[in-house]
Every structure is written in C-alpha cells, then in structure tokens.
C-alpha cells in the first residue's frame, strides 16, 4: 500500500537511506543519519511537497518524495524527486509504483517541471527515469567524492 509519509516511520526510512550511504554511491552523502535527522527531514518536505512510502505488512519497503530544486522563487514549480527501496527489495517494480503515484500528485498540485538527479553510473535509476519520459539534460564530470574515487552526476527533466 502507498501511503502518505508520518513521522513514526522516521526509524524505517533511515535505516532504508543509511544503507545507500554506507554502502552504495547512490547518495553522495558520506555520514549516516539518525532517526532525529529524517524526523527533521520529513517535518520539513511533508509540509511542502508529497512524501509517500509504500508499506507491505506493516514494514516500509520504499518512499519518495519531492523536494526543493532551488531556492529562488522563479523555480516554485519546478521540483527535484527522490525515490529509495529497501535493498532486499529491489527488483520489483516499488520505484516504478513510487514514481507513478508521486507524479501524479505533483500534477494534481500543478507542479510543471521534475527533475531527477542520479551519482552515475546508476542504470537502474537511469532506466526507471527514462521509462516516466524523463530526458537527460545535464552531466557534471567528476563533481562528487565518495568511497575514494570521484563520480559524475547526471540530471534527467520532466515536463508535466
């Protein structure tokens, strides 16, 4: 079931997110954060944008939401989405189920333009990206460093 984001599920999703920070380059963050961080997090996007989790069992399996693109107010409409499965879980189409009903509430909200922005090589992400219409607009060479090694960033656009 996708379901709206509370902050009870604070502890599942940061235990979801920690695993790409600890183990992946998906995210370029580089330290863990605590249930107080997505607590934080959540209060913060939830009251602005659509945050969604899918949950099977009572055990969160995924969630995305959309966030700020940039800070000045010219880009109000313009979103950038985020979308994390449980590891044990990929594989199943949850990103795809995620996408599809968080589109869709940014289009009921009138939001015009999405962007995804994806730690490269990703050809899961960038497969699940392309398959919603996304175009690639933008790749930064070398602009983020993680497990020692530099990587590149791509950005993949969506008009709604």
């Known amino acids: 079931m996708i379901r709206p984001v509370t902050i009870e599920d604070a502890q599942q999703l940061v235990d979801i997110y ?8 998906v995210t370029l963050d580089l330290v863990p954060f605590s249930k107080v961080d997505f607590e934080v997090k959540i209060e913060e996007i939830a009251a602005k944008f659509p ?19 940039r800070t000045k107010p010219a880009y109000k409409n313009t ?17 795809k189920k995620l996408y599809s009903e968080l589109l869709l509430q940014l289009k009921d909200r009138h939001f015009h333009v999405v962007i995804g922005g994806l ?5 899961a992400s960038v497969k699940l990206h ?5 175009e690639k607009v933008a ?11 530099w990587h590149d960033v791509g950005f993949w656009q969506l008009t709604l």
């Open 119 to 123: 730690t490269l090589p990703n050809d």
């Open 79 to 95: 979103v950038e989405l985020t979308v994390y499965i449980k590891h044990a879980e990929l594989g199943k189409q949850l990103g």
């Open 139 to 149: 790749h930064f060479k070398e602009v983020g460093y993680k497990f020692e090694k």
């Open 130 to 134: 392309e398959n919603f219409g996304f």
């Open 51 to 69: 945050f969604i989790v899918y949950e099977v069992a009572n055990d969160i399996v995924g969630y995305a939401y959309a966030n700020t693109f």
């Open 18 to 25: 920690n695993y790409y920070v600890i183990n992946s380059i």
